[in-house]
Structure formats: structure tokens, C-alpha cells
């Protein structure tokens, strides 16, 4: 059974940076898409930035575009989430999810969903 567990988060001045990691335990990671959610209070969870499991295929949301790394190292079975140039506005609790269906399907379309879920971490951008 795929556990994730994200690390990482904290409290970060504007225009900082923050690296998230997603830990994948109990079965490799390598067939597994990526997918970096946050959900700020008061609003929906969204999703922020996906990779591909093969080929490292990469999403991201306009809002982040430019300023965040989605990565991968499988033999670490491990995911990443350079975060920089933060703002107040990325403040959010931030979740990694993992499934073995397409990016396109599950970031861009939406028309699935991820199955596997981490337990989130706190970033918050203030000064």
C-alpha cells in the first residue's frame, strides 16, 4: 500500500524559498504520477503541479508558472517541489498525491482523480 508523507513546509518571508518533499513508502514510486496540491483556508484545494512518471512530463497552474519546480527521484522514491519567489498569497497547506493514471487525465482535464494522498504541511509566506 502506497503511503506518501510531505515534509518541507514552514514559515517563509516574501519572495523566499521553500523545497517541498513527498516520501513514497511501501511500494516504489516509479509508475506513480505526482500530483502538489494546496488548499488555503476558505477555498477549494487545488491543484498546483504534476509530473509524469515515465517520461517527467511536467504541469503547472499560471499562478506558479516560473516560480515553482515539480521533480522527481525515483530511486529515492521521493518527490519535489522547489518553491520560489514566495508570496503571501502561497500560503496554504500543501499535499502530494500519487496515482498511476495521466497528468492529463488527472491535472489538466481532471476527469480523475488522484488515490493516494500525504497528510499536507503548513507553508506560509509573511512577513
Known amino acids: 500500500q502506497l503511503q506518501l508523507v510531505e515534509s518541507g513546509g514552514g514559515l517563509v518571508q516574501p519572495g523566499g524559498s521553500l523545497r517541498l518533499s513527498c516520501a513514497a513508502s511501501?511500494?516504489?514510486?516509479?509508475?506513480?504520477?505526482i500530483g502538489w496540491f494546496r488548499q488555503a483556508p476558505g477555498r477549494e484545494r487545488e491543484v498546483i503541479s504534476c509530473?509524469?512518471?515515465?517520461?517527467?512530463?511536467?504541469y503547472y497552474t499560471d499562478s506558479v508558472k516560473g516560480r515553482f519546480t515539480v521533480s522527481r527521484d525515483n530511486a529515492m522514491n521521493t518527490a519535489y517541489l522547489q518553491m520560489d519567489s514566495l508570496r503571501p498569497e502561497d500560503t496554504a497547506v500543501y499535499f502530494c498525491?500519487?496515482?498511476?493514471?495521466?497528468?492529463?487525465?488527472?491535472?489538466?482535464?481532471?476527469?480523475?482523480?488522484?488515490?493516494?494522498w500525504g497528510q499536507g504541511t503548513q507553508v506560509t509566506v509573511s512577513s
Open positions: 498525491a500519487a496515482d498511476r493514471g495521466s497528468i492529463q487525465a488527472m491535472c489538466i482535464t481532471k476527469v480523475r482523480s488522484f488515490r493516494s
Open positions: 511501501g511500494v516504489t514510486l516509479e509508475p506513480y504520477s
Open positions: 509530473i509524469s512518471s515515465a517520461e517527467g512530463i511536467t
